[in-house]
Each structure stands twice: as C-alpha cells, then as structure tokens.
C-alpha cells in the first residue's frame, strides 16, 4: 500500500498526464489513451462495445475476452490501466468535497469591529471541510492574556481528521446572541454542531456556523457516517 504522500504524489502525475478526467471520455479519447500506451490496435474494439471513460474501470477479463482480446499480455496490460483508472475513480471520490466552512466567530459586526479594532487586528476563523469519509478540521488557537484574546498576535494553528466510520453521534446546539446585540445589533445567533467520536482526543469536535445552518450540516455529516460505517461493515 502507498503512504499518504506517496499516493498524493502518484494521483498528481497522473493529473498531469491528463487523466484526471477519465470519467468524461468518450469512445475516441479511451482510444487516445490506450493507444499510447500501446494497445491502440484494439481501438475498433473499444468503438465497436461503446467503452467509455465511465465504463472502462468495470472491464474484467472475461468482458475483455468477450469483446474479442484473445492475447494474454494485452489483457493483462488493459487490466493494469484499468486499475489505474479505478484507482483514480476511488481517489477522486475519497476527496471530493461535500461542504466547506468558516467559523462564526462573532454574532454581529459591531463585536467584530471592536474586538479587531476595526479590522487592523483581524481574527481568522476556523475552518471545516466534509468528505466522503472525512471531517477535517482546522482550528484556529488565539493568544490569550486570561480570558481577553490578543487579536494582534499570531495565532498557532490545530488541525483534525475525523474518520467518518469512527463518529458516534451528531447533534446541534443553538446559541443564542446576548440580549444586548441582540436589541441594538440585530445580531443572530450560533449553532454548535457536535461531533462525537471516542477516537477522538478530546471525545467531542465542535463546528460553529451561522444560525440555522447547522442542521443541514448535521444531516449532511450523519448521511456520510451512515455510509462510512456501510463501507466499513463490508
């Protein structure tokens, strides 16, 4: 098995090559990449069954044979690209991205304006990002002098991967803006989107989004734990 960097680097050579959007080929471009790697005698073939980019990673050896691939070595080379390309397929969809977000840090713009000094100190907020089998994390650690945070100084930085098929239970906790903002500000409130997994550090990850977002997050996170958990069953 590859590691993690490796893989990385494995899948962005392969971008280079241009197969990074195997998918969408038609008939002609299946051929393009087939025959440079050697096998373009067997275009006619690919044309005649109608095998496209979306459908060439389902090839076994006896569909090859059935379309009339008789000789060892050029089925075991299909075999090979076509790995490569399911591979690639697997790849994409372990990354794709199902949601991403900020951090609420503030509940209106006058809290913004005076805890950043009307942005000449600006605050960075924490951000999330939801796979296929991932929630990652990145949480944002101001300095602090006891309970005032030194918007001036450098933050330090923490970031989590949370395997999906490891989550125990998603819920959403609604907070509130205090009474003040809320009656001169207009300010909304938060919700906390809780995460929790007992293969966590700290047990529990919490994301913090604008009001009445979090339970659209906390379905679409649930729908992926669901089917995390599916894969992993199997």
Partial sequence: LMGSSSETNYYKSMKKDGVDD?????????????????????????RKHNITGKLAPLLN???????GINIVGDRLMFKHHLQDLARRERYNHRIESLWEGKERV????LEKSCATCCGF????PSSYKLTTNHLRVKKVRPVRCGPIVLCCFGPS????NIDLSKV???????????????TFCCASGKDLVEVESRFEKDGKTFLTVEEG?????????????????????N
């Avoid at 195997?22 to 690919?46: A, T």
């Avoid at 125990?168 to 809320?182: E, H, M, N, S, Y």
């Avoid at 997050?217 to 894969?231: M, P, R």
């Fill in 22 to 46: 195997f998918h969408n080929w038609d008939v002609e471009r299946l051929g393009v990449f087939f025959r440079k790697r050697g096998l373009g005698n067997y275009n006619e073939v690919l």
């Fill in 61 to 67: 050896d006896d569909d090859l044979k059935e379309m």
């Fill in 106 to 109: 503030f509940f209106s713009e």
């Fill in 121 to 124: 100190c600006p605050v960075d």
């Fill in 157 to 160: 930085y923490v970031s989590s």
């Fill in 168 to 182: 125990d239970d998603v819920d959403v906790v609604g907070v509130p803006a205090p009474c003040c903002q809320r």
């Fill in 213 to 233: 977002h979090g339970d659209k997050i906390c379905t679409l996170i649930l729908n992926q734990v669901e089917e995390s958990q599916k894969i992993e069953r």
